[in-house]
């Protein structure tokens, strides 16, 4: 009878054991997201490309997960580049076509090659996929597909988003419609091998359409020499973070990117719409254009 108990109780803390870490064998309660914001400019609409404001709102909704820790960056780049030690996922809200801090120089490059090949989540928000063309391929390793300039479509539609497949990014994800800014016709690797893609938004249709690899602006990659990728091409502006459906999304592809295991009904994610509001960066307008001499 004690030998039964003693085995007994060894199965019961296996199994404690085993919940407290994640996927990726890290334990969840450590797990460190680094957040890293573009420069988000001085003089412009506001809300408009405010990458600043978009990592502070991924903070307050990646913290309502239990044992999560965040830390931010602004600028595009980490003046201290331990700062990836120890994540589990890094995200770059940023712009793009060559813009991205991180393709800055070939020494920031190589050390984004590094984290890739260690494993480490990545994510990326709107304009930070679209990459230059003699970095293309290699970031195609890195998140799956990218954007290239000449041959991916970009600019702002209607959309409306209703068809998600079984995948723990889209769990608790509802129906929204929005007008965004959207970058579509991302150049992805052979065959879509380790791709899954979340949303579709198109010019030439109505709303969504699951199937068309076309007008895919957010899709999950498990890259074959480990880790996982998250991306989104929408957020142009802050206001659709005031979307339960779209945050939800973003909020489970951060975490699934980061090896966390995503809950049944999706991460926690709520915010009252006066604190999306106080956390947009102050602006100056822009000036008026001047108007042409007849």
Not at 121 to 126: D, N, Q, T, V, W
């Amino acid at each position: 009878m004690i030998r039964f108990c003693f085995f007994a109780t060894l199965i019961a803390s296996s199994f404690v054991s085993m919940a407290a870490y994640g996927e990726t064998g890290q334990s969840v309660s450590s797990r460190k997201i680094v957040l890293i914001a573009g420069e988000t400019a001085k003089v412009d609409v506001m809300g408009h490309h405010d990458y600043l404001a978009g990592c502070k709102s991924l903070e307050f909704f990646l913290r309502q997960t239990s044992g999560v820790s965040v830390v931010q960056v602004t600028d595009g780049w980490p003046s201290d580049e331990q700062v990836f030690e120890d994540a589990s996922a890094v995200l770059f809200y940023t712009d793009g076509g060559g813009k991205q801090a991180f393709l800055a120089n070939p020494e920031r490059a190589a050390k984004m090659q590094s984290l890739v090949e260690d494993g480490l989540g990545i994510a990326m928000i709107h304009q930070a996929v679209d990459f230059p063309r003699e970095f293309a391929d290699q970031g195609r390793g890195w998140i799956g597909g990218v954007y290239e300039s000449g041959v991916s479509g970009r600019g702002h539609w209607q959309s409306s988003h209703v068809d998600f497949p079984n995948h723990p990014i889209a769990r608790g994800v509802t129906p929204w419609q929005v007008n965004d800014g959207w970058l579509n016709g991302i150049q992805f690797v052979d065959d879509m091998k380790g791709i899954t893609p979340l949303v579709w938004s198109g010019k030439e249709y109505a709303g969504s359409r699951a199937g068309l690899n076309k007008d895919i602006v957010g899709w999950a990659y498990e890259r074959p020499n480990g880790g996982r990728s998250f991306l989104y091409t929408g957020l142009d502006a802050h206001s659709a973070w005031s979307l339960p459906g779209m945050r939800q999304l973003v909020v489970n592809g951060v975490l699934w990117s980061a090896g966390i295991e995503v809950p049944p009904r999706g991460a926690s994610c709520e915010i009252e719409p006066s604190e999306l509001e106080q956390m947009q960066t102050p602006r100056e307008p822009k000036k008026p254009a001047k108007k042409s001499k007849s």
